[in-house]
Structure formats: C-alpha cells, structure tokens
Nanobody, 124 residues
C-alpha cells in the first residue's frame, strides 16, 4: 500500500509561483510512476504532468509546458510540481497519484493510489 499526501497549495497572484509536494509512504514508491492531476470547480479531473520511477521521463499536458516542472527525490519519497507563471485558469484542486505499472500516462485509470488533494487558487 502507498499513501500519498499533497502539500504546498495556496493563494497566489497571476504570474506567481508555487511548489507542490507529494509525500509518499511505502517502500515501493520509488518504483512507481507518479502523476499530477487537477480538478477545477464544475470540471472533470484532468492530467497535468507525470514522471517515471527514475525521473528520466516526464510528460506534460500542453497547457502547462514551459511553466510547470515535475521532479522527484526517491530518497525522500517525494514528487514535486514546480508551477511558475501561474494563470487564473490554473486554479484547481491538485492531486498526485502513483502508478504501480510505471506507465506514467495521462489516464486516471492507470493510477492505483491517490492523495486527497491540495487547493491552488490563482487570483487575477
């Protein structure tokens, strides 16, 4: 079993930055791909970014490319999402998720474990 806890959300002005963290428990976390998803009010949850178990492969949705960076520190069992140049449309609850099969794809069904989410609000 893996438990995930997100942190680092908050209120920021447009153009600002936040760094989200996803801390995991469980010995096998370092072998899992991890993804970040987000859900805005009234909208479906959507893929944001993912990273392979080694950190050697990353994948981003087009709307965040060049602004967000996903990284991981397996020694700390933590995955990060650095978010720069934030826009009001980035406002959402952000979730991290772990994929045992290490596919690191963009589909929610590929992920086996989910955190509770952290709120990110970007004011204009």
């Amino acid at each position: 079993q893996v438990q995930l806890v997100e942190s680092g959300g908050g209120l920021v002005q447009a153009g600002g930055s936040l760094r989200l963290s996803c801390a995991a428990s469980g010995r096998t976390f370092s072998t899992y791909a991890v993804g970040w998803f987000r859900q805005a009010p009234g909208k479906e949850r959507e893929f944001v970014a993912s990273i392979s178990w080694s950190g050697g492969y990353t994948y981003y949705t087009d709307s965040v490319k060049g602004r967000f960076t996903i990284s991981r520190d397996n020694a700390k069992s933590t995955v990060y999402l650095q978010m720069n140049s934030l826009k009001p449309e980035d406002t959402a609850v952000y979730y991290c998720a772990a994929d045992q099969q290490n596919s690191g794809g963009s589909y929610m069904a590929q992920y086996d474990y989910w955190g509770q989410g952290t709120q990110v609000t970007v004011s204009s």
